[in-house]
């Protein structure tokens, strides 16, 4: 069974760190695109990264310079490492696989072009 389940959400104050995780069972994510998405409360769902089978990433100007994205495929996870929070960062957090080859160094940070979803964990930042 194909899952992508996240982790790593939590409260913090504005100014911190947190280090979101995206696990994936049922497939290899090093054959895929991975992007990370969230969703603020009452906006709706926007790309902040994403990261190609060869580690090109791509970074909505919102989280430019504070938010990384890194993969790890030996361990079949990809992480999102997001510092110098602000209270505009609130959301939940998911990540999603692009299935489609559209070659190594491409990904996308559009919902259209992902094809399976995990269910997201909540960032809050707050003080």
């Known amino acids: 069974q194909l899952q992508l389940v996240e982790s790593g959400g939590g409260l913090v104050q504005p100014g911190g760190s947190l280090r979101l995780s995206c696990a994936a069972s049922?497939?290899?994510?090093?054959?895929?695109?991975i992007g990370w998405f969230r969703q603020a409360p009452g906006k709706e769902r926007e790309g902040v990264s994403c990261?190609?089978?060869?580690?090109?990433?791509n970074y909505a100007d919102s989280v430019k310079g504070r938010f990384t994205i890194s993969r790890d495929n030996a361990k079949n996870m990809v992480y999102l490492q997001m510092s110098s929070l602000k209270p505009e960062d609130t959301g939940v957090y998911y990540c999603?696989?692009?299935?489609?080859?559209?070659?190594?160094?491409?990904?996308?940070?559009?919902?259209?072009?992902?094809?399976?979803w995990g269910k997201g964990t909540l960032v809050t930042v707050s003080s």
């Open positions: 999603a696989a692009d299935f489609a080859n559209r070659g190594p160094f491409f990904c996308s940070r559009s919902l259209d072009g992902m094809d399976y």
């Open positions: 049922g497939f290899t994510l090093d054959y895929y695109a």
């Open positions: 990261i190609s089978r060869s580690s090109s990433t």
